[in-house]
């Protein structure tokens, strides 16, 4: 069973673009969220998509988007990049969110 | 708003040894996970706690669920190095709507 795949892994971006990050869940698993970790603010929250539904949004700007598509892929977008925006950015699937979930590697962002 | 917070935050110990961490949280939940995060490297579901009460194990690691105290516990028992990793907890009151993680329990597992 394939596990939970995220591309790029890296990235490296200057202030002011926008990047698009992308999740390909396990199959079968419908539920998709999105995490930020920074040595500062420690594991975010970001969103979480159910069958292409954004079901919950964590406390971050509009600056942060996602969807997700008919067959769970999931992609996350930040625009008008800050240097706060530099992180990892970890997505994980599950059946459902209450469900284990399993992570993909992430995709460590840096923004010059 | 929701504050998670684990005690200790760095935790030394020598194999064979049994500890504890602990996770509390602010407000009223009865949903808690568990992490471990090795450096370096992506997360790793450990439990998933849905109700008052709820104690699940796997091998060396046990958790449980205090709602009422707002408490969950990690219990490591004779550990071994393989243990070494960042372990957190995360609190969800409302089906993800208030998603919010611990700081991270550092542990190193001496020989």
């Known amino acids: 069973k394939a596990g939970v795949t995220q591309t790029p892994r890296y990235l490296i971006k200057t202030r002011g673009q926008q990047v698009t990050l992308s999740c390909s869940p396990i199959?079968?698993?419908?539920?998709v969220s999105w995490y930020q970790q920074t040595p500062g603010q420690g594991l975010q929250f970001l969103f979480e998509?159910?069958?292409?539904?954004?079901?919950n949004k964590g406390n971050f700007p509009g600056r942060f988007s996602g969807r997700q598509f008919s067959n769970s892929r999931s992609e996350m977008n930040v625009s008008t990049l800050e240097l706060g925006d530099s992180a990892l950015y970890l997505c994980?699937?599950?059946?459902?969110?209450?469900?284990?979930?399993?992570f993909g590697p992430g995709t460590r962002l840096t923004v010059l | 708003e929701l504050k998670v917070e684990q005690n200790p935050l760095f935790l030394s110990m020598q194999e064979g040894k049994n500890y504890t961490i602990y996770c509390n949280y602010s407000?009223?939940?009865?949903?808690l996970y568990w992490y471990r995060q090795d450096p370096g490297k992506s997360l790793e579901s450990l439990f998933v706690?849905?109700?008052?009460?709820a104690v699940k194990q796997e091998g060396r690691l046990m958790a449980s669920l205090d709602t009422k105290a707002r408490l969950s516990t990690l219990h490591i028992t004779a550990a071994v190095h393989d243990l070494s990793a960042t372990y957190f907890c995360?609190?969800?009151?409302?089906?993800?709507?208030?998603?919010?993680f611990g700081p991270g329990t550092r542990l190193s597992v001496l020989p």
């Open positions: 994980a699937s599950s059946i459902e969110l209450t469900d284990t979930q399993y």
């Open positions: 199959s079968g698993h419908r539920s």
């Open positions: 998509y159910f069958s292409e539904t954004q079901r």
């Open positions: 407000t009223t939940s009865d949903r």
């Open positions: 706690l849905l109700s008052n009460g």
């Open positions: 995360a609190v969800d009151t409302y089906y993800g709507q208030n998603f919010v």
